[in-house]
């Protein structure tokens, strides 16, 4: 439905409700975030594929290129050419948006790099919108991206990580400027404030999955910021970023295919600490157009 819990790890949480109550929003329901029996019709009227699905790894699943390990200092990032997927199990685990600990569980024993394994995975759906975005509205207090499109439904929406205390998010109205799939992440310290590695000058970091950046980056209008996917989707909506607003890969490239360029894109509420942001469950009514 378009309404993403972030990361499918099977257990209840802010994510969850989250998305429930966006459902509920779009579907004129009450907003109390419980997936109620009307909440349950709402969902199986408008989709009634099954929510695991049978899939065999193929051999191009299992052949990469992978990244074993990825450095967490940019400097030694750099020197990288790709930022693939560790390995075929987190390759899976992001294809179907799952929890890699969901993914072992659901297959126990399974070896997730020999092709023609047979799995049960999650049923994601398309990754495609129903309509073009043409207005984005980031709640900084909940931590939630909703995106509008131009008759003003509300078609989407997504957990986010939206700045921090140290370096906040902007507040007030910009646009998006560009949409750059598997994107080269670039760091000058000259234009950005953080990082370990201010000293060592300009660097180009290579694209991949596991970019800093992720798979996908929406440029605003407003300098160094952007929304823009992530190489650690458990942890969306749960820390602080540095400013730029973060989602899951497979989220920031949902977003990415339907956005339109120039589409207004606003920031609302007020920053709060880790802790409040995951207990802040229902978010604030969207503004009129």
């Not at 009227?45 to 049978?54: F, H, N, R, T, V």
């Amino acid at each position: 439905a378009h309404f993403s819990p972030g990361v499918i790890d099977g257990r209840e949480g802010a994510n969850l409700s989250q998305a429930v109550h966006a459902f509920e929003r779009a579907h004129a329901l009450p907003e109390d975030g419980q997936l109620d029996p009307a909440v349950w019709q709402a969902l199986t009227a408008g989709d009634g594929g099954p929510a695991i699905q049978a899939y065999v790894i193929t051999a191009k699943d299992v052949a990469g290129p992978f990244t074993p390990s990825i450095p967490k200092d940019l400097t030694a990032m750099s020197k990288l050419d790709h930022l693939g997927y560790a390995g075929p199990t987190e390759m899976l685990a992001e294809r179907f948006h799952m929890d890699e600990a969901l993914l072992n569980a659901l297959n126990p024993g399974a070896d997730f790099g020999v092709a023609g394994t047979r799995i049960l995975v999650a049923a994601p759906g398309t990754g495609e919108l129903p309509a073009k975005v043409t207005r984005v509205e980031i709640d900084k207090g909940s931590n939630t991206l909703w995106a509008y499109d131009e008759k003003g439904d509300l078609i989407a929406a997504y957990p986010a990580t939206v700045g921090s205390a140290e370096r906040p998010a902007p507040s007030g109205e910009y646009a998006v400027r560009a949409v750059a799939p598997d994107p080269i992440y670039y760091y000058d310290p000259k234009r950005l404030t953080f990082g370990q590695d201010q000293a060592a000058g300009a660097l180009k970091i290579a694209a991949g999955p596991n970019n800093p950046v992720g798979a996908t980056w929406i440029a605003l209008t407003i300098p160094t910021y952007g929304i823009h996917g992530s190489p650690d989707p458990a942890v969306i909506g749960k820390r602080q970023s540095h400013g730029c607003v973060r989602l899951t890969n497979w989220d920031a490239i949902e977003l990415g295919k339907a956005i339109q360029k120039d589409a207004v894109v606003r920031f609302v509420g007020v920053e709060t600490t880790p802790a409040a942001k995951r207990a802040a469950a229902k978010p604030k009514a969207a503004a009129a157009t």
